[in-house]
């Protein structure tokens, strides 16, 4: 759970974000920025700040703002009826994100999961994305991502989005963002 | 057709807008710029330039490059196969881009199309799209766009993109553009 205080400091920390990475926002869309919590009342360590351009039956877009050392959860995105499943490309728009999934793990990873949820990170292949560098998830692929220690904004491009099919390793995720009265 | 030193003049040329818009892109990236005068022989008039990020089977993302002033004729997205023709919204990144689609006509639009061909442009329902606007087109609807006096970096998030499908008003134009030996 978040406050209503705590999110909009985290949306109006976000726009700032993306002025520094030179990306045109309006005002109406600095106040839709979805704040996500994942259920874990930790935003800075395990968090994401989301903004969807367009979310059509056929394609999505968003930029996705994550602050110093935020890191986005273990998840993967299943079949959903016909749906085989969201296809995602990440592209590094402003300071560094390192990108996990399966594959040969990092001898010397560049992360640390956020503290006391270490055992729902499995997958430790690790891509650093700089800006202007990008790669493509297949659906399915367990992946998890944190920003550097100066954070990052990265674009997303995909198939439809449903978040809230999202499966993550940690049991004590929720997808959906709780806001409280304060 | 262009020349070659036209097309990498464009490509050096197309590099400054996508920096001044903040977006930043990989020298291999800059190398892989389409220049698309669309068979006029007239570039600046009528072309566009474009970096497609990706284009899976599901969904599309490109910037791109209009110098000031610069058309992208009149066109509209077929079906092909089972596709029901490309979905595409257009958002605004750096200078102003006007946009002409099927509806009530301006009555004073802000654009006057490439001399010689203005019989070729049909559509002038205008939408100016500023830095962080953005305007979805639904499939088959004809459309034509033109930079304001300072250029545009425009990116487009689309269903898969299939352009060598795209049906033109000007029956003069060749999608493919053809690069000649000097």
């Known amino acids: 759970m978040i406050t209503q205080k705590a999110r909009l400091q985290a949306q109006l920390r976000s726009a700032e974000y993306l002025q520094a990475a030179g990306i045109a926002v309006t005002r109406q869309e600095l106040d839709c920025i979805e704040v996500a919590d994942f259920g874990l009342s930790s935003l800075d360590q395990t968090g994401l700040e989301l903004l969807v351009y367009v979310n059509s039956q056929r394609y999505c877009a968003k930029e996705l703002v994550l602050f110093p050392r935020q890191t986005c959860p273990e998840h993967?995105?299943?079949?959903?009826?016909?749906?085989?499943g969201k296809e995602e490309t990440f592209r590094c728009r402003h300071g560094v994100v390192y990108l996990y999934v399966a594959g040969e793990p990092a001898a010397?990873?560049?992360c640390t999961p956020p503290a006391g949820r270490e055992q729902h990170y499995t997958v430790w292949h690790e891509i650093a994305l700089h800006p202007g560098e990008q790669y493509t998830i297949a659906p399915g692929i367990p992946h998890w991502f944190q920003a550097g220690d100066g954070g990052a904004v990265v674009s997303e491009f995909s198939s439809h989005s449903r978040d809230e099919y999202d499966l993550f390793r940690d049991p004590d995720i929720l997808r959906e963002t709780q806001v409280g009265a304060v």
């Open 108 to 110: 010397k990873p560049c």
């Open 76 to 84: 993967w995105h299943p079949p959903v009826g016909n749906d085989p």
